[in-house]
């Protein structure tokens, strides 16, 4: 069973516009979220990350939204540029930190 | 951080042949994970490797068909054994700092026919 959730395989995006990349967990056991950002070729790349005692966590154009009620994150990147064009995963950890479960990613495709 | 290197970055196998995959890292570490991601699907965790005993396992994945090696700090082999199509993944060693810190190699695109 898929504990973590990315329902859209793709999204296309204007350069200079707001990129919204979602995700749904359904384990509540869950307290730290983290996006890894993925190129063709490349392994996956370490972004951003929230802790479950937070609801927000900023750093430069990324930003993570976390809704504990909802079990629901988001990364909001702004401006996106075309170099933000990758595969963009979700993962989350529960307190033994650990075991990451993944989600099927998001391919993002910022439009020049 | 670190930098994690992998060998082979890409091969094509046989149907019921072996591939072991190796994974360099440039400094010490405690914890070795290996990954796989199958086409359309999400990384998931094969197992840890444990350094100087067995790798742990998780549900689904079993030693005969993914032995793992982890003789010292730097370095962890994966061999997939007797390969299928369905083996056609990409496979990662990741490297972990700590609680919530983890690092991939490039990874290696396996895929057998």
């Known amino acids: 069973d898929q504990q973590v959730k990315q329902n859209s395989p793709s999204l296309s995006v204007q350069e200079g516009r707001i990129s919204i990349l979602n995700c749904d967990y359904t384990?509540?056991?869950?307290?730290?979220f983290l996006w890894y950002k993925k190129y063709p070729a490349e392994g996956p790349t370490f972004l951003i990350s929230?802790?479950?005692?937070?609801d927000k966590n900023e750093d430069g154009r990324f930003t993570v939204f976390l809704n504990k009620s909802a079990k629901h994150l988001s990364l909001h990147i702004v401006p996106s540029q075309p170099g933000d064009s990758a595969v963009y995963f979700c993962?989350?950890?529960?307190?033994?930190?650990?075991?990451?479960?993944f989600g099927t990613g998001t391919s993002l495709t910022v439009i020049p | 951080s670190a930098v994690i290197s992998q060998k082979p970055s890409r091969d094509i196998c046989q149907r019921g042949t072996s591939l072991t995959i190796q994974c360099q890292v440039d400094?010490?570490?405690?914890?070795m994970f290996w990954y796989r991601q199958q086409p359309g699907q999400s990384l998931t965790l094969i197992a840890t490797?444990?350094?100087?005993?067995?790798?742990?396992?998780e549900s689904g994945f079993v030693i005969d068909k993914f032995p793992i090696s982890r003789p010292n700090l730097t370095f962890s082999t994966l061999t997939v054994s007797n390969m299928s199509p369905e083996d056609s993944s990409i496979y990662l060693c990741?490297?972990?700092?700590?609680?919530?810190?983890?690092?991939f190699g490039p990874g290696t695109r396996l895929t057998v026919t």
């Open positions: 490797a444990n350094q100087g005993s067995e790798a742990t396992y």
């Open positions: 929230i802790s479950s005692i937070k």
């Open positions: 993962a989350a950890s529960a307190n033994t930190g650990n075991q990451f479960y």
């Open positions: 400094s010490q570490v405690t914890m």
């Open positions: 384990n509540s056991m869950f307290d730290y």
């Open positions: 990741s490297v972990g700092f700590g609680l919530h810190e983890q690092y």
